[in-house]
């Protein structure tokens, strides 16, 4: 019906009587087609999954459709090889997508055949298939057996070498007089008769070592014996000196006896504001000093010029003994119980413990590293165990009865600076260069508290405050910090004593008897006092030139204080 249709409507334009041949051009009727439309979306789409199923042909350079994934990581089309899913066998594999086979001649390939055409006139043709195929002289290539430049063989690289000093010999001897080259004052003679350090053999074997070689042997071995056997320190022989008037008084007293009349007058303690007395004897700096326990009448010190002094307080104020076992400066000292004898720690890596009295070594200690500080347990029963904080990050327990090493406490990740007893003596709290503070049991050496923040700093002085519920540490940001010694160990936010310029200095800190008080001394020479309550700054004392490194209170008389510094000066304040 259609097709009638457009007959119809040609027939009725043919028909117009306005219409003319010459008027306008002939028209082309457009093909029809009798055949009825076909919808061909399914054949699309059957041509697209043929397409997205096919692999992709790898020698093909425009892909005309988007490939799915395992279209483009398909294997290569032939014949699969028995022993793998992608056709090819695993020892060919030599890349993670299959076998990569080299294009391009391996540069040492290039050079040997190169050399050898430019040598020897013949090379390996590198269009041939078959590797046997050669270019240029052949008649060489059978006389030299085929060998390039890069396989000459034994035989033939000696003869080439005696050939080329031949041939060296002869261009010397042309160029110069036989009588130059026969006198050895001449430049020819040196020319032809130098040799360098490592040519042939040395003639005849040394039998003896010159004075310079066994002195450089000796010392060689020494600094290996050190080395090996570092197990102890340098070893010096200790001798000690009386300076008092005699040993024992007209009652048989000991001169390191106490007074009997030296008592606290009352609890209360004052500042102290003028220089009582000073006390000089020590060559270098002093480092450490400790009252005499209980009492104070006598006072130690610890000096960089490797001597410990004793010092008379009460009385006549000199020097009454002087203690040298020591080869290097002495780090710290610390006093037992009751005062009859005392620990030296010095940089020599010796721990020696001493008579107070008689100035004899009772017994010596050493690891073989620097001991930063010595301490004896407090407990009266326990006065024979010595804990050391070493520079190897250790502290170590000794019994001092049997000389043997019977703890070690290895958790720290710095040198071991300071060791305070707390709780009854049943903990030690250590601190260390990795700027934390770690608590132990005594005797287990697991630590129990570790505390370390990332503002904190090294704290190289800690002291318990007198009623063992606090520690002050000197932290080494110019202030002095409080931790409470209770069971979390929590830094006291609300007491915090700073003013002070401490930087790169262990400078002591210290409390006063009753407590009222906090004392420090400082980079620049001064002594600082704190009120505990309040925190402020109750007053500075100018007491040394350069650093003030040590300040302890009397134990009895209230407004007395001891300070030492790095001018070898200890002076007296009340």
Not at 44 to 68: C, E, G, R, W, Y
């Amino acid at each position: 019906m259609d097709l009638l249709q457009n007959y119809q409507n040609d027939g009725e334009l043919d028909q117009n009587p306005n219409s003319s041949p010459d008027s306008s051009p002939p028209r082309l009727l457009p093909s029809k087609s009798a055949a009825p439309k076909v919808d061909d979306t399914m054949l699309a789409l059957t041509v697209a999954n043929q397409m997205l199923s096919k692999p992709i042909d790898p020698v093909q350079h425009v892909v005309a459709f988007n490939p799915t994934y395992d279209q483009l990581w398909a294997p290569v089309l032939g014949p699969a090889h028995p022993y793998a899913k992608d056709g090819i066998a695993q020892g060919m594999r030599n890349h993670k997508l299959g076998f990569v086979e080299d294009a391009a001649i391996d540069s040492f390939v290039f050079d040997e055949q190169y050399n050898t055409f430019h040598k020897y006139g013949y090379a390996a043709d590198p269009s041939a298939s078959a590797g046997n195929n050669y270019i240029g002289d052949l008649d060489v290539l059978e006389k030299n057996n085929g060998i390039s430049v890069y396989n000459i063989p034994q035989h033939e690289q000696k003869k080439r070498k005696i050939e080329k000093k031949t041939e060296a010999v002869e261009d010397d001897d042309d160029g110069m007089d036989k009588e130059e080259v026969e006198n050895p004052a001449t430049d020819a003679w040196l020319m032809k008769n130098r040799k360098s350090p490592w040519a042939g053999k040395k003639e005849g074997l040394q039998t003896e070592l010159t004075e310079e070689q066994k002195k450089y042997a000796e010392e060689h071995a020494r600094k290996k014996e050190e080395k090996a056997g570092g197990e102890k320190g340098e070893l010096v022989a200790d001798k000690t000196t009386f300076h008092g008037k005699e040993e024992r008084d007209y009652q048989g007293r000991s001169w390191i006896a106490p007074p009997k009349d030296a008592k606290a007058s009352n609890d209360h303690c004052y500042i102290p504001k003028r220089l009582v007395h000073t006390w000089s004897g020590h060559t270098k700096g002093v480092s450490a000093i400790r009252f005499f326990p209980k009492h104070g009448h006598l006072i130690l010190s610890a000096g960089m010029d490797t001597k410990v002094k004793i010092w008379d307080v009460f009385n006549s104020g000199k020097c009454m003994r002087t203690y040298m076992g020591h080869s290097k400066a002495v780090r710290d000292i610390s006093f037992c119980n009751d005062g009859s004898k005392f620990l030296t720690a010095g940089y020599d890596k010796n721990i020696k413990y001493w008579d107070t009295e008689t100035g004899q070594v009772i017994s010596s200690f050493s690891t073989g590293k620097i001991p930063y500080v010595v301490k004896l347990n407090p407990d009266d029963d326990k006065q024979n165990i010595l804990l050391a904080g070493m520079s190897d990050k250790k502290i170590v327990q000794w019994d001092m009865n049997t000389g043997q090493i019977t703890q070690e406490y290895d958790q720290h990740l710095g040198a071991v600076n300071t060791i305070t007893f707390v709780d009854n003596n049943r903990r030690f709290v250590t601190s260390s260069d990795d700027k934390s503070l770690r608590v132990w049991e005594f005797g287990i050496p697991v630590v129990i508290k570790y505390i370390s923040e990332p503002h904190m700093h090294s704290m190289p002085s800690i002291s318990l405050h007198p009623n063992m519920n606090w520690l002050a540490a000197q932290s080494l940001d110019n202030q002095i910090l409080i931790y409470s010694t209770r069971e979390r160990f929590q830094l006291n936010k609300k007491k915090r004593f700073a003013g002070h310029i401490v930087a790169g200095y262990a400078c002591q800190v210290n409390f006063s008897p009753d407590g009222r008080f906090v004392m420090s001394g400082d980079g620049e020479g001064k002594c600082w006092f704190w009120d505990w309550k309040s925190c402020k700054v109750f007053r500075t004392l100018k007491c040394h030139e350069g650093v003030c490194i040590g300040a302890e209170w009397h134990p009895l008389e209230q407004s007395k204080v001891a300070t030492c510094g790095w001018d070898g000066l200890i002076k007296y304040w009340d």
